[in-house]
Nanobody, 114 residues
Framework: QVQLVESGGGLVQPGGSLRLSCAAS????????MGWYRQAPGKQRELVAT???????NYTDSVKGRFTISRDNAKNTMYLQMNSLKPEDTAVYYC????????WGQGTQVTVSS
C-alpha cells in the first residue's frame, strides 16, 4: 500500500530554517509526481511546491527564493528546505504524491514565532 510519512517540523524563530522530509513507499518513486501543501487555521489549503520525476520544480510566489524542493530517488525521500522563515509560513505541511490517484501524508506542524 502507498504510505507517506512527513518529519522535520517544529518551532523556529523568524529568519530561521527547517528541512522537512517525506519518506514514500508503495510507489515507483523515481517515476512519481510529488509536492508539498500547507494549511493554516482558518485558511484554504495552499500548494507550496511541486517536483516532477525529472526534478523540474515549481513554487508558489510567496516562497520563491526561500524554499527548495528536492528528491533523493535512492532513498525514496522528498525534501522541503525552508530558509528565512516568516510567521506567515506557520501551518501544517503535507506531503502528496500522484500515483493512479492522489495520496496524502498525515502532516507535520511548522510554527514560526519569536
Amino acid at each position: 500500500q502507498v504510505q507517506l510519512v512527513e518529519s522535520g517540523g517544529g518551532l523556529v524563530q523568524p529568519g530561521g530554517s527547517l528541512r522537512l522530509s517525506c519518506a514514500a513507499s508503495g510507489i515507483i518513486f523515481r517515476l512519481s509526481y510529488m509536492g508539498w501543501y500547507r494549511q493554516a487555521p482558518g485558511k484554504q489549503r495552499e500548494l507550496v511546491a511541486t517536483i516532477t520525476s525529472s526534478s523540474t520544480t515549481n513554487y508558489t510566489d510567496s516562497v520563491k527564493g526561500r524554499f527548495t524542493i528536492s528528491r533523493d530517488n535512492a532513498k525514496n525521500t522528498m525534501y522541503l528546505q525552508m530558509n528565512s522563515l516568516k510567521p506567515e509560513d506557520t501551518a501544517v505541511y503535507y506531503c502528496t504524491v500522484r500515483w493512479v490517484r492522489d495520496y496524502w501524508g498525515q502532516g507535520t506542524q511548522v510554527t514560526v514565532s519569536s
